[in-house]
């Protein structure tokens, strides 16, 4: 009755922060690849994993990877690696405050990136500024870079602006929920920035905040699409 062989099966990587998966994985949770450099894929899944054991009174997430990536992307990022920004060479934060990496809203999969919180002290309305950049690969030819962005934001509170080299593209405010935005790019290097602003008017005092207000910016699913691709 000897086998004569040795069998590896339910290999699989937990990232810190995702709550509730606690349990071994159920059958057929693909995995999840290593960083891919700038310009390349990113977050590769080959199929739809099925749902993970819930509880009553708790919702898991059934992915910690989104299920399948654009067609004809030459790079995309839905930040399910967990290693924003310190090893996404093409990703950086910087400002008064820094975006970081959450699992608080996500377009697909479970991890985003959101803005920082500059309300925690109320009486402080100091305007303050948070950029999340990305620099693109200078071998990209033309095409449209695509993302997911909710931005939460009320006037005079906040907003969030995007910028194509320093030119902005455009914003989003009062939202709800993730919308998919384009931003057309030329051949060659570029540096995306998306500008959360923290009382961008600059007003003395704020006024009650709305009960319904997120108060925050969150982006997913980024991704670039070259001119001409199936």
Do not use: C
């Amino acid at each position: 009755d000897r086998i004569g062989a040795v069998y590896l099966d339910d290999v699989y990587f937990l990232p810190e922060g995702v709550e509730g998966l606690t349990d071994p994985p159920v059958a057929g949770i693909p995995a999840t690849p290593a960083p891919s450099p700038p310009g390349t894929v990113d977050d590769v899944v080959p199929e739809t994993p099925p749902p993970s054991p819930t509880t009553a009174t708790e919702e898991v997430p059934s992915s910690i990877a989104p299920t399948s990536i654009p067609d004809g992307a030459a790079y995309y990022d839905g930040f399910e690696q967990g290693t924003f920004p310190d090893l996404d060479p093409e990703w950086t934060t910087q400002g008064d405050g820094l975006w970081e990496l959450t699992t608080e809203r996500a377009n697909s999969g479970v991890y985003s990136i959101k803005s920082p919180d500059f309300m925690q002290d109320p009486s402080d309305v100091t305007p303050k500024t948070a950029n999340a950049t990305l620099i693109t690969n200078p071998d990209w030819p033309g095409g449209i870079l695509h993302f997911s962005i909710l931005g939460g934001t009320n006037m005079p509170f906040d907003n969030i602006q995007y910028f194509a080299d320093g030119e902005m593209r455009g914003q989003a405010m009062e939202m709800t929920e993730f919308e998919t935005q384009q931003i057309v790019l030329g051949p060659g290097p570029h540096t995306i920035v998306f500008s959360y602003k923290f009382n961008p008017v600059g007003v003395d005092f704020m006024p009650p905040i709305p009960p319904d207000r997120i108060g925050a910016a969150f982006i997913d699913d980024v991704y670039f699409v070259p001119d001409g691709a199936q």
